[in-house]
Every structure is written in C-alpha cells, then in structure tokens.
C-alpha cells in the first residue's frame, strides 16, 4: 500500500541535543512538507520542498533543518536552537503545489526531557 | 494578510443529528479551500475541496461544504453525524505568495451519545 510513513512516533530530546525525525513516501509525489501542529492552533509550516534537492522556508524555519536528497525521504532535524520544539510534527505530500491533495503521515509527538 | 478563522474551538452535537462546521476566509481572489479531518494522534485527510464551479462540494463519509463568497464562507456540513465522526476539523486555504495552505485553527467535535 502507499503511503507517508513517520518515525518514530514518540520522540524525547535532551537540552541541547539535536534529534532527526524520518519521514518516508511510496506515493511517488514530487513534494513534501513538514507542519508543526501545537494545541489549539492550525498547523505551521516548517519547510517544504518541490523536487529534490531543493527546499524552501516556511513560516516557522528557525531552529530546523532539512534535506532533500531522494525523492521518497524528507528528514527534519530539530536543532538545539529551537528553544520550544514540544509540539506534534506532521510530515505531508502531494503530486504537486497549490492545489493539490496532501497526504500526511501519522505523526511524530516530540517532546523535552 | 491571508487568513482562515474557524470561530468554533469545540462543537457538542447528540448522534443523528446534524451538523455544521464554520469557517471564514480572507483571500484576495477566487480562493481554492479545504477541509480536512484529524482523528486523534493521527495524520490529517482531505474531506473535500473546492476550486471552481458549483459552489456546493460534495465531499466523503457524507460531508458536503458550500461556498459563499458574498460571506467569505466555506462551512461544512452533515445531515446526521455518526460517532466515528468525532475529531477535529480543519479548513484551509492555498495562500496567494506561495501556494502553501493557510489553516485554521481547527474545531474539536465532540459526540453525544
């Protein structure tokens, strides 16, 4: 079956330390997101990539990082510079931009110890 | 600025008995708009969409969503709900800088038995 697989689904972080959340895709889709989703809010964009080796800024870019270097993966990194990285990370795909349907894994819950 | 606002933080409603959703938009031009539906610690799914044409969107699980520019309006709606439809419901719409969606801050529904 397709689909986006997220790993792993609870994640701990130690101050200081940075930590890579996977997000795996067999939909053969050309691009990935990667949304934060905190209580009571929407979601928020982190980054997002069209093709691969490509990615761009979304609306809260500051203290994470991505790569992009097959089509099927788009790690996230959570840097030790995003001093508030608890939240529900929410990876996505889609054929194309704009428009299109997004398919979401199920989630990565991060949290701080 | 683009924005979606869903007034409803949590909606109760008894099983079999209908149901409608709010969601408001600011948008420039002819919006594309969303909805989608989460279940809890789950990834998100496409409900219905709508680009153009009919402004009365027939989406899936019984859900349809109307389209009223006049009140910047896309609320969705079902005859009679279900417990399974307990969850939270999002709306969104692809902003006009980036062709990336811009979200509400979701409603939680809650089923009565």
């Known amino acids: 079956d397709g689909g986006i697989t997220q790993s792993p689904k609870y994640l701990f972080r130690k101050e200081g330390q940075n930590v890579t959340l996977s997000c795996e895709q067999n939909l053969n889709h050309d691009a990935m997101y990667w949304y934060r989703q905190d209580p009571g809010q929407g979601l928020r964009l982190i980054y997002y990539?069209?093709?691969?080796?490509?990615?761009q800024k979304g609306d809260i870019a500051e203290g994470y990082s991505v790569s992009r270097e097959k089509k099927e993966s788009f790690p996230l990194t959570v840097t030790s510079a995003q001093k508030n990285p608890t939240a529900f990370y929410l990876c996505?795909?889609?054929?194309?931009?704009?428009?299109?349907?997004?398919?979401f894994g199920s989630g990565t819950q991060l949290s701080v110890l | 600025a683009q924005s979606v606002t869903q007034p409803d933080i949590h909606i109760t409603v008894s099983e079999g008995a209908s149901l409608e959703l709010r969601c408001n938009y600011s948008?420039?031009?002819?919006?594309?708009l969303f909805w989608y539906v989460q279940s809890p610690g789950q990834g998100l799914q496409l409900l219905l969409k709508y680009f153009s044409g009919d402004t009365l969107v027939q989406g899936i699980k019984g859900f349809e969503a109307e389209f009223k520019r006049s009140q910047s309006s896309f609320n969705l709606r079902k005859p009679s709900v279900h417990w399974s439809d307990a969850a939270e419901y999002f709306c969104?719409?692809?902003?006009?800088?980036?062709?990336?969606?811009?979200w509400g801050a979701g409603t939680k529904l809650i089923i009565k038995p």
């Open positions: 996505a795909s889609s054929r194309g931009t704009g428009s299109e349907k997004l398919f």
């Open positions: 990539s069209q093709i691969v080796n490509d990615f």
């Open positions: 948008y420039g031009a002819t919006p594309y």
């Open positions: 969104a719409v692809v902003g006009e800088s980036n062709y990336q969606l811009i």
